[in-house]
């Protein structure tokens, strides 16, 4: 996957909004941090993963795609290598996060098929 491609999923959520931080760029919902490009490679996106054991899933199942470094082993999200990264897996896993950390308003009035 493309970095647009990565913004386009991130953007299709109601009042997911691009910032930058730290020099790049950042998907929050309110003030709640969703995912951004890591500092340590360009081609590699920090996601939000709210679940501990789809944390763990995705790390034990496909190691090639997520992936973690010490830096962020205490925090709920995963790293993925974009390049290898599946469209339909990531959206999905960024509507977990989005559905964890949205205002309950926005989710209840959310509908995926639109």
């Not at 925090?75 to 999905?92: G, K, S, T, Y």
């Amino acid at each position: 996957m493309e970095f647009e491609e990565i913004r386009q999923i991130a953007l299709s959520f109601p009042g997911v909004e691009e910032h930058v931080v730290f020099g790049g760029p950042t998907f929050k919902v309110g003030k709640r941090f969703l995912a951004s490009i890591a500092k340590i490679d360009p081609n590699t996106l920090v996601l939000k993963v709210p679940d501990r054991l789809e944390r763990e899933y995705l790390l034990a199942t496909f190691p090639d795609i997520y992936y973690l470094t010490d830096h962020y082993a205490n925090f709920e999200c995963v790293l993925v290598r974009m390049p290898q990264a599946d469209p339909v897996e990531l959206r999905n896993l960024f509507e977990q996060a989005w559905r964890t950390y949205a205002p309950k308003r926005l989710v209840a009035g959310y509908r995926a098929d639109e």
